[in-house]
C-alpha cells in the first residue's frame, strides 16, 4: 500500500457513499514508524498525521514543523493531565477527550493560552474495561459538560473491539452524534475504513497500510 493506494480507496468510499470528494480527512498514522517514512510522505504532500503519545509527537514533530509549517497534528491516543498544556501546544486536534478532570483541565488551559485544538470526545462503544472512552450511556451527559465548559467540540471518536464486527460500533458512534448535533467522526482504521466512511466518518486514522507494519512494540 502507499499514500495514493489509500487516497483513492477513500476518494472511492467517498463517492460509493454519496459523500463529497474531500469530506473525509486523512489522518497519516505515524506512530513508532522511522523518521524516513514520515519524511516520505510528508514529501507527497501530505500534511495530517496522527501520534498516540505526547512524548512521541514532542520528539519528532517541532522538528518537521520546521520544514513543513502546514503540518496538521492530531493526538488519537490518551492523554493524561499532566501533559494537556504540551498537548495543546503542540496539537490541532485531540481525539481522546473521555473524561471530566480531563475536559476541566483543557477548558482552564485554553483560557490560559488563548488556544485550543479541535476536540473529539472518545466513546468507549465496545464498553471494554482495558479501553479509554466514555461509556455510551455517559456519553450525552459528557458532551453537554464539554459544550457547558465552552470547549471547542468536533466530533466523537471511537476504537471498536478487536473482534467485533467495526460496523455496528461506527454506527452506534454515528447515531450518539447526531442526537447530540455533532458531525464530526473519527473512525476507522487501515482494515476499516472504507466502511467507517459508510457510516459516515469524517476522519479516518490510518497507519501500517500508508507505512507499513510498525517496525517497533507500541507499548
Ligand atoms: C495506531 C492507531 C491507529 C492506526 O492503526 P492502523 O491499524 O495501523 O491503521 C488508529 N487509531 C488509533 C487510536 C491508533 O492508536
Sequence with gaps: MSLQDITDR??????????ATGSVKLIAVSKVQPNDRVEAVLQQGHRCFGENRVQEAAGKWPAFR??????DLHLIGPLQTNKARQAIE?????????????AKTLAR???????CP?????????????????LPLDAD?????CRGLDLPLRGLMCIPPVEEEPALHFALLA??????GLDGLSMGMSSDFESAIAL????????????????????
Design 175 to 180: 447515531k450518539i452524534a447526531e442526537r447530540n
Design 90 to 102: 503542540l496539537c490541532d486536534a485531540i481525539h481522546s477527550v473521555d473524561r471530566p478532570k480531563l
Design 66 to 71: 520546521e520544514s513543513y509549517p502546514d503540518v
Design 118 to 134: 479541535d476536540l473529539f470526545i472518545q466513546v468507549n462503544t465496545g464498553e471494554e474495561d482495558q479501553k479509554a472512552g466514555v
Design 10 to 19: 477513500i476518494a472511492k468510499a467517498e463517492s460509493a457513499s454519496g459523500r
Design 141 to 145: 451527559t459528557f458532551i453537554a459538560e
Design 200 to 219: 459516515g466518518a469524517t476522519h479516518v486514522r490510518v497507519g501500517s497500510a500508508i507505512f507499513g507494519a510498525r517496525v517497533k512494540p507500541e507499548e
Design 109 to 115: 488551559l485554553a483560557q490560559e493560552m488563548g488556544k
